[in-house]
T-cell receptor, first 112, second 113 residues
Framework: GQQLNQSPQSMFIQEGEDVSMNCTSSSIFNTWLWYKQDPGEGPVLLIALYKAGELTSNGRLTAQFGTTRKDSFLNISASIPSDVGIYFCAGRLIQGAQKLVFGQGTRLTINP | GAVVSQHPSRVICKSGTSVKIECRSLDFQATTMFWYRQFPKQSLMLMATSNEGSKATYEQGVEKDKFLINHASLTLSTLTVTSAHPEDSSFYIC?????????FGSGTRLTVV
């Protein structure tokens, strides 16, 4: 099936550092979504992107919808301990197709 | 914002019994809901798409007779794991297409003993 390649799989950083993760695919997407999942919880939407080239911020988070429609990145600036968790990208392949394809996730660990 | 409520959050059942998980959209109508399964340290795997008033669409490899989905109203979808076995133990998460994006429930940890 369709897959999103998300990298890195894990990150170990110091508090205050910036974080960058991305997702790529060989397929074209019309929607990119970034989620954060805490242990034992469902994913929580961070940022939604609907147009190629779109750059959107949510506090210290910034995400972009790649111009080729095949990739997206998420940046977190000045990381804090509560940023710890697993981040997933998700994409909707074609307009009208409702199901999402998920990346493999990026596990973020922060050393205080 | 759009909220999806999922219950129960945890359930332990004996092998051979059935378990029902509920997913409700609290402040919007969800004509389509999605059911995912997630194994430890892995991503979400879509099991099926639940459509209000019609049969669910299952992903390849998912047994429709084992994972029964009912979406009888615009605010409720249920997943029933029938004749559960230990290998069905997993984290099950529902989602709905809501204004502003896809909203997820808080998940159900199923343990079959």
């Amino acid at each position: 099936g369709q897959q999103l390649n998300q990298s890195p799989q894990s990150m170990f950083i110091q508090e205050g550092e910036d974080v960058s993760m991305n997702c790529t695919s060989s397929s074209i997407f019309n929607t990119w979504l970034w989620y954060k999942q805490d242990p034992g919880e469902g994913p929580v939407l961070l940022i939604a992107l609907y147009k190629a080239g779109e750059l959107t911020s949510n506090g210290r988070l910034t995400a972009q919808f790649g111009t080729t429609r095949k990739d997206s990145f998420l940046n977190i600036s000045a990381s804090i301990p509560s940023d710890v968790g697993i981040y997933f990208c998700a994409g909707r392949l074609i307009q009208g197709a409702q199901k999402l394809v998920f990346g493999q996730g990026t596990r973020l660990t922060i050393n205080p | 914002g759009a909220v999806v409520s999922q219950h129960p959050s945890r359930v332990i059942c004996k092998s051979g019994t059935s378990v029902k998980i509920e997913c409700r959209s609290l402040d919007f109508q969800a004509t389509t809901m999605f059911w995912y399964r997630q194994f430890p340290k892995q991503s979400l795997m879509l099991m099926a798409t639940s459509n209000e008033g019609s049969k669910a669409t299952y992903e390849q490899g998912v047994e429709k007779d084992k994972f029964l989905i009912n979406h009888a109203s615009l605010t409720l979808s249920t997943l029933t794991v029938t004749s559960a076995h230990p290998e069905d133990s997993s984290f099950y998460i529902c989602s709905a297409s809501a204004p502003g994006g896809y909203t997820f429930g808080s998940g159900t940890r199923l343990t079959v003993v």
